[in-house]
C-alpha cells in the first residue's frame, strides 16, 4: 500500500490508530446501538457498513478515502464485538462463547496468511477484495438472523439482586480485568518471535513456528470450552489464569530453546480466560446490565493491548530485547491481579452449575 499511494511507512500508525480508536468507541456505543436497532437490525446494518468499509478500502482512489474507510471497519468491528459477545453471554453461555471466541482464534491465524499470499506480488487492493467478498456471505445471513429471546428469571436471579448495591464497582473491576487481560496475551503475540530471534537466538522459521504453536494451543482450548461447556465456569477461569502466568514464567526462565516450551502452556490457559470473564458477566453484574459491561470490556481490550505491545517495545529499545521476557511475565502477574481483585469485587460466583 505504501510503495502504490506513495506513503511514507509513518503512515501506518494512522492506520492502525484511527481503526483502534474507533473501535474503542464501538464497543462503548454497541450495547445502544442494540437497544435502538434491535440485533437484527445492528447485525444489518453492521455487516453492510463493514462489506462498504472493506469495498472502499479496496476500491479507493486515494489515501484518505482509505483512512476513512479503515476507521468505519473499525466502529463496526467494536459494535459487533460488544453486542455478540452480549447477547452471547446472556442466551448462549460458555458453549457459544467458545464457538465465537474459537472462530476468533482461527480468523486470526488464517488472515495473516491469506492476505499475506494474496499480496506476494504487490496487489494489495486484490487482497482487501477477496476479503471483501468473503465477508459479503454475512450480509444476507444477518438479513435472516432471529431477535433475542427474551430474559427469563434464572437460578442467578437472586444472586443478581443481592449484587446490584455493588454493580458499579464490578464494573469497574471487569473493565480493569479485560484491560489487563488482552494487555497481557498481546505481549507475547506482538514481541514473542521477537524475543525467540534476538534473545535466544532460534532461527526465524523456527521462532514462527513456536508462535503458530501458542495460536493452535489457544485455538484448540476455545473449541474445548465449545465441545465441554460443563465444565465449572469459575474453577476453570481460575486455572487458566494460573496456567497463563505459568507459561510466561516458562517462557522467561527455561533457558535457551527451552523457552519455547511456555507458549503452548501460556496458549491453553489464554484460551478461556475472554470468553469466561463476558460468560461470568450476567451472573456476577445482572444482565441488565452486561451489555453496558461487555461494550465497555471490549474498549478496554482495545486499548490495553496496544498500550502494552508500545510500552514493552519502548523498554526493549531502550533496554535490549531481554528485558521482553521479565515484562511479559510481569504482565501475566498483572493479570492475575486483575482477576482477582474482580473475584473480590464482585464476589465468588457460582461455580458449582454451568450456565443454562
Known amino acids: 500500500m505504501r510503495r502504490g499511494l506513495h506513503r511514507p511507512l509513518a503512515d501506518l500508525g494512522l492506520l492502525v490508530a484511527s481503526g483502534t480508536v474507533l473501535y474503542l468507541v464501538g464497543g ?9 436497532l434491535g440485533l437484527r437490525g445492528t447485525l444489518w446494518w453492521a455487516t453492510l457498513s463493514g462489506l462498504g468499509a472493506l469495498l472502499g478500502w479496496a476500491l479507493a482512489p486515494g489515501w484518505w478515502v482509505i483512512l476513512a474507510a479503515l476507521a468505519l471497519l473499525g466502529l463496526v468491528k467494536g459494535v459487533l464485538d460488544s453486542v455478540l459477545n452480549a447477547v452471547a453471554a446472556i442466551d448462549g453461555g460458555t458453549r457459544r462463547l467458545g464457538f465465537l471466541h474459537a472462530s476468533w482464534a482461527i480468523g486470526g491465524t488464517l488472515g495473516p496468511v491469506l492476505v499475506a499470499t494474496l499480496a506476494a506480488g504487490g496487489q494489495w487492493r486484490e487482497a482487501v477484495a477477496v476479503v471483501a467478498a468473503a465477508s459479503a456471505v454475512l450480509v444476507p445471513m444477518a438479513a435472516l438472523s432471529g431477535e433475542e429471546a427474551p430474559s427469563r428469571p434464572g437460578p442467578g436471579a437472586t444472586r443478581r439482586r443481592a449484587t446490584a448495591g455493588r454493580r458499579w464497582q464490578g464494573l469497574a473491576a471487569t473493565t ?3 484491560g489487563l487481560y488482552t494487555a497481557a496475551e498481546a505481549g507475547p503475540v506482538s514481541w514473542g518471535t521477537t524475543y525467540l530471534v534476538s534473545d535466544r537466538r532460534l532461527p526465524t522459521a523456527s521462532a514462527a513456528v513456536a508462535m503458530a504453536v501458542f495460536w493452535a494451543a489457544l485455538t484448540l482450548g476455545r473449541l474445548g470450552l465449545a465441545l465441554f461447556p460443563r465444565v465449572r465456569p469459575g474453577v476453570l477461569l481460575e486455572v487458566s489464569c494460573l496456567a497463563f502466568v505459568a507459561g510466561m514464567a516458562m517462557f522467561w526462565l527455561l533457558p535457551g530453546e527451552l523457552a519455547v516450551l511456555g507458549l503452548p502452556v501460556a496458549g491453553l490457559g489464554s484460551a478461556t480466560i475472554f470468553p469466561l470473564y463476558v460468560a461470568l458477566t450476567p451472573e456476577r453484574l445482572g444482565e441488565e446490565v452486561t451489555g453496558r459491561a461487555v461494550g465497555y470490556s471490549i474498549a478496554a481490550a482495545a486499548a490495553g493491548g496496544p498500550v502494552a505491545v508500545a510500552l514493552f517495545g519502548l523498554l526493549a529499545a531502550h533496554l535490549g530485547t531481554a528485558v521482553l521476557g521479565p ?13 482477582r481483585l474482580l473475584a473480590a469485587a464482585v464476589g465468588r460466583p457460582a461455580v458449582s452449575a454451568p450456565p443454562a
Open 327 to 339: 515484562c511479559l511475565f510481569l504482565a501475566a502477574v498483572a493479570m492475575y491481579a486483575g482477576h
Open 176 to 178: 480493569l480485568a479485560f
Open 28 to 36: 462503548l456505543v454497541g450495547d445502544r446501538v442494540r437497544h435502538a
